[in-house]
Nanobody, 123 residues
Framework: VQLQASGGGLVQAGGSLRLSCVAS????????MGWFRQAPGKEREFVAA????????YYADSVKGRFTISRDNAKNTVDLQMNSLKPEDTAVYYC?????????????????WGQGTQVTVSS
């Protein structure tokens, strides 16, 4: 089972980036997909998650209105569109998958993790 995240990079404050995560090795039918991030010296934190059905999405307050999570179930992919980026968004971003649709913000509840992609926002 693999989750491969990509799309990170260096961007100026106010800019945009789109992260993508491709899942392979098994079907993720029914799985909730999430994005977390970890800034230097800080704990990993929840960013966004999306359920398998209905497109129900959840966001951390810090990114609400700026980030949008979406998924393509046929392709086993989940994207994170990040707009109006701020220096405090700088972090390694990880995609993750969980079989249960509850507690989507709980890092420990996720079953699979990707390797992370660096996002750096300059001021």
């Amino acid at each position: 089972v693999q989750l491969q995240a990509s799309g990170g990079g260096l961007v100026q404050a106010g800019g945009s980036l789109r992260l993508s995560c491709v899942a392979s090795g098994r079907t993720f039918s029914g799985y909730t997909m999430g994005w977390f991030r970890q800034a230097p010296g800080k704990e990993r934190e929840f960013v966004a998650a999306i359920r398998w059905t209905g497109g129900v999405a959840y966001y951390a307050d810090s990114v609400k209105g700026r980030f949008t999570i979406s998924r393509d179930n046929a392709k086993n992919t989940v994207d994170l569109q990040m707009n109006s980026l701020k220096p405090e968004d700088t972090a390694v971003y990880y995609c993750a998958a969980k079989s249960s649709p509850v507690r989507v913000g709980a890092e420990g509840s996720y079953d699979y993790w990707g390797q992370g992609t660096q996002v750096t926002v300059s001021s």
